[in-house]
């Protein structure tokens, strides 16, 4: 037995470090993604777009997060004409707007505790044996579950890109943009044949899948590569992206084509 006092003092037990300076961008991904890539990647510039014709002859563009509404017209020759296949990730599906290929109104935006997909639709129970799905079930893969979804897979990580997952009276947060296509509005898409591969929030909110155009494809991934954001509390700095696998293989799959 012993007697001891303890006191909690206010004063520091270490100087603060501070924080130093950093740079966090999405546009990285790409940059550590090439030395991976096959058959290859090239940086393509929206001034490339407008002013030059030589991108013309790629298979496949990724627009990441942004929209460049004067691009429209060019990008949706480019996949009429050149059987081309254009991927759309995050705020970047509202180039469908801009392309006309969906109507008004048919693309929202909603916050979820982190980034995902649910690999089921109005029509389907379960679409992984869709092509954009390749892989994604894989053994021992455990499928999310919650509010009657229950084949979610989270597609990136929320924390290290700067989006709180608590709120300051410790209850989850949901700071986690995915963007959507109303499904309604999904089926009357412009150009061609549609298919929802994934839904996120309700089955009427199509996250996941590719509209034929002519002979070419635009695929959407609405939640996978989202800006890092410094609204909260980030005392070890921020991290460019934060795909999880089931993101990398929806984006695999998606950038996947044959002419």
Known sequence: MFDATVDFTK?????DPGQIGYRATNMNFWTDLKPFAKPGLVKLTPRQIARTNSWRKLDTIVITNKVYPKLARKLRRWVARTDGNLVLTDRAVKMLRSMRIVGKGAIGVEKHYAGYVNFATKRREETYADPLARKINQPGAAEGQSGGETRRRQTYEPVPIGMAI????????????VWHVRQDLWKKARGGKQRAVGTTG???????????????????????????VDDFDHPFGLADYG??????????NALTWTR
């Open 11 to 15: 004063e520091k037990g270490w100087p």
């Open 166 to 177: 608590q709120t300051p009276d410790d209850r989850d947060a949901f700071n986690a943009p």
């Open 202 to 228: 309700d089955k009427t909110k199509v996250s996941f899948g590719e509209v034929s155009f002519r002979g070419g494809r635009v695929r959407i991934i609405g939640g996978l590569l989202p800006m890092p």
């Open 243 to 252: 795909l999880t696998y089931s993101g990398y293989q929806m984006l695999q």
